[in-house]
């Protein structure tokens, strides 16, 4: 929920430890600024060891009982009670001052909830709530201003966050607590952007970011931004994402975007994978340079690939998928229409994957993909500038075949179609790093046939991955 910010003098804060009634527990001279309330039990839970990390991301302020609830019986191994925290910077505006902690407490496998609000910088380096947070097993950065949040970066707060993620605990946030929850922090301290105003200029002066803060396992190159469809912030992350791209804030030249709507949390587990609760998520990909970004001009970017995550579908954050996306784009500061829902291109159903494996670099040693239905994906990566991946298909007489592949924008690659000798039969070699590459054949031999799909690096590599289609007619 939104927090405002009441200036309060510092001699009337005082620390108040709060029992699961709601009942006076203790009282003691605070910190700086900061305010500290504890529902549920007064000692920490001590274990050997958790069975994380977990991540609940959040798109309002509120927690989202599934969601977290599956965070705590993950990290717990579902025996057991863990401690949780959560990081506010101002107290809300009216109502119960722990908002969160009245819902999480009441979650089976909770031991204690605190709250502590800071409403210093300064605060962040304060002794009691880094040792509360090193105690927790989950913390969570509660609706407000994630500006404040973003100042924290480089404190002895960010460590003490890091650690429980670390021992295999957890975190996540809700609003701006899921803005600052991403490696790319859209931290609005120049002021909130509209997704009129983001696309009019990608470099408008409240577009600001801070980065290097918190890098969660498998989710690197992510912009979060929050009340996605509510308030219409598709465009503006779109633009998050093209800045991304455009100013090297996240690696390998592609950046992924994660909006999530009111009500809804994505929850990610230790192996990457999220789950989608309560309400819609949105993926953006932008996986080329931008065609127009520039300060003071309208953007311009083709092919935006987007994941619409229902309730209860998923999304794989450490292999990420090459497949199930819907494309739009924005073409001199106006987006395409419909851009909350489109029919996957790549993924329809029957559609199979199939992820290189090494070594793959000749005919001999092609990944074997002539048991894939069509429409069928190919992923991988070209990890050298010698690399070539190699992959056997099957085409039947009078059957066309179409293969289109999405080239990262860390290395320049071509596409070759072979033929079981290994002669080739059509080639893309369009120049440029991140330049798409596309080649179609018609088998007009009686039979079916054996050709090889061979993808090789022509400048460049990197650890960014492509991504292939085949169809057929």
Not at 93 to 98: A, D, I
Request: proline residues 5%.
């Amino acid at each position: 929920m939104p927090r405002r910010f009441p200036r309060r003098p510092a001699s009337a804060v005082t620390v108040a430890l709060l029992s699961l009634t709601g009942t006076l527990a203790s009282t003691a001279p605070a910190e700086a600024a900061a305010d500290r309330i504890r529902l549920g039990g007064t000692a920490d839970v001590s274990r050997p060891g958790w069975n994380g990390p977990a991540f609940t991301m959040n798109g309002d302020g509120s927690v989202v009982a599934a969601s977290m609830t599956r965070a705590i019986d993950t990290i717990r191994g579902g025996t057991g009670t863990l401690d949780v925290v959560v990081l506010a910077g101002s107290a809300p505006s009216s109502g119960s001052r722990t908002p969160e902690c009245d819902t999480v407490v009441k979650l089976a496998g909770v031991n204690s909830c605190t709250t502590w609000t800071l409403t210093s910088a300064a605060d962040a380096d304060g002794v009691a709530v880094n040792t509360d947070i090193r105690n927790a097993e989950f913390v969570f950065f509660a609706g407000g201003d994630q500006c404040r949040y973003a100042r924290w970066k480089g404190t002895a707060l960010e460590a003490s966050v890091e650690s429980v993620v670390a021992k295999a605990g957890g975190a996540g946030g809700g609003s701006a607590g899921h803005h600052i929850n991403s490696p790319v922090v859209y931290d609005a301290c120049a002021g909130s952007v509209t997704t009129a105003e983001a696309l009019a200029d990608p470099y408008d002066p409240a577009l600001t970011f801070t980065t290097g803060m918190f890098e969660w396992p498998s989710y690197a190159g992510v912009v979060n931004d929050s009340h996605f469809s509510a308030r219409d912030r598709m465009g503006r992350t779109m633009a998050f994402v093209a800045r991304a791209v455009k100013d090297g804030l996240a690696p390998g030249g592609r950046a992924w975007g994660v909006g999530v709507d009111e009500k809804a949390s994505l929850f990610i587990d230790e192996n990457g994978l999220g789950t989608q609760y309560g309400g819609d998520a949105y993926v953006v990909l932008g996986d080329h340079q931008p065609e127009q970004a520039t300060p003071g001009k309208p953007l311009t970017y083709s092919g935006y690939k987007i994941w619409r995550l229902v309730p209860g579908a998923t999304y794989d954050f450490a292999d990420r998928p090459a497949c199930g996306y819907y494309r739009r784009s924005v073409t001199q500061g106006v987006a395409d229409a419909n851009l909350y829902d489109g029919t996957p291109e790549s993924c329809a159903p029957g559609t199979a994957a199939l992820k290189e494996s090494e070594p793959n670099d000749s005919r001999g040693s092609a990944d074997d993909a002539t048991a894939l239905v069509w429409p069928a994906a190919l992923a991988g990566t070209l990890h050298s500038s010698s690399d070539r991946d190699y992959y056997r298909i099957t085409l039947a007489s009078g059957r066309t075949a179409a293969v289109h592949c999405d080239t990262p924008s860390a290395y320049d690659a071509d596409l070759y179609l072979l033929d079981a000798e290994g002669r080739t039969l059509q080639r893309s070699v369009n120049d440029g790093s991140g330049s798409d590459e596309a080649v179609t054949f018609t088998r007009t031999a009686s039979g079916t046939g054996t050709y090889y799909v061979d993808f090789e690096a022509y400048s460049g590599s990197g650890e960014a991955g492509y991504g292939c289609t085949l169809r057929q007619s």
